[in-house]
């Protein structure tokens, strides 16, 4: 009976040291995936609340603001912005500068940002041109009797 017991004691230390080992890499493995991600809050402009998702520290700012896109397309939120990626840019609470989509969104340190549309400036065509440059001739005497169809007596 001695051996039986004693190859018994040897098979449950052997267990427990493998359940052991086991335990160390998967916790090693769970704070490995999760050291990296982090929370993240998405104002958009014009929209009644933030989205909240996980992102990875090395994600590119323009694969957050991918993200950020479709998931409030998938809640159905108002007003609808499109998919295009290229007409917005993400700005981080904490800086007023707009983000480099090039970068990774945990070099940026926060946490919090907010999305926005690109302000798109008007291109200056020739006939536009012309027409601010007739507008700017002439005075405003000029501008002020054109305005009026009928003549103001002086007396």
Same mark, same amino acid.
């Given at each position: 009976?001695?051996?039986? #017991? &004693?190859?018994m004691k040897r098979?449950?230390?052997? /267990? ?15 704070? *490995?995936?999760? /050291?990296?991600?982090? @929370?993240?809050?998405?104002?958009v402009l014009g929209?009644?609340? %933030? ?5 990875? &520290?090395?994600? @590119?700012?323009?694969?957050? $603001? ?12 108002? %007003? ?6 290229? /007409?917005? $840019? ?5 800086? *007023? ?5 090039? &970068?990774?969104?945990? *070099? #940026? ?5 907010? @999305?926005?549309?690109? #302000?798109?400036? %008007? #291109? ?5 041109? &012309?027409? $601010? ?10 501008? @002020? ?5 009928? /003549?103001? %007596?002086?007396?």
């Open positions: 009976m001695d051996k039986r #017991q &004693e190859k098979n449950l230390s052997e /267990k427990s040291q493998l359940m052991q080992r086991h335990k160390k890499k998967n916790s090693n493995d769970a704070q *490995s995936t999760n /050291k990296n991600r982090f @929370l993240v809050t998405v104002n929209s009644a609340g %933030p989205i909240r998702f996980v992102v990875k &520290e090395d994600d @590119l700012v323009s694969a957050v $603001i991918q993200t950020a896109l479709k998931t409030y397309a998938r809640e159905g939120r108002l %007003p609808v912005l499109g998919t295009d990626i290229n /007409k917005f $840019i993400l700005h981080s609470t904490a800086d *007023s500068a707009a983000l480099n989509p090039s &970068e990774a969104i945990g *070099s #940026q340190g926060g946490r919090n940002f907010v @999305l926005c549309k690109k #302000q798109i400036q %008007p #291109q200056m065509t020739e006939a536009r041109s &012309e027409m $601010i440059s007739h507008k700017r001739s002439g005075s405003w005497k000029a501008w @002020l009797n054109k305005s009026f169809s009928f /003549k103001i %007596p002086s007396y």
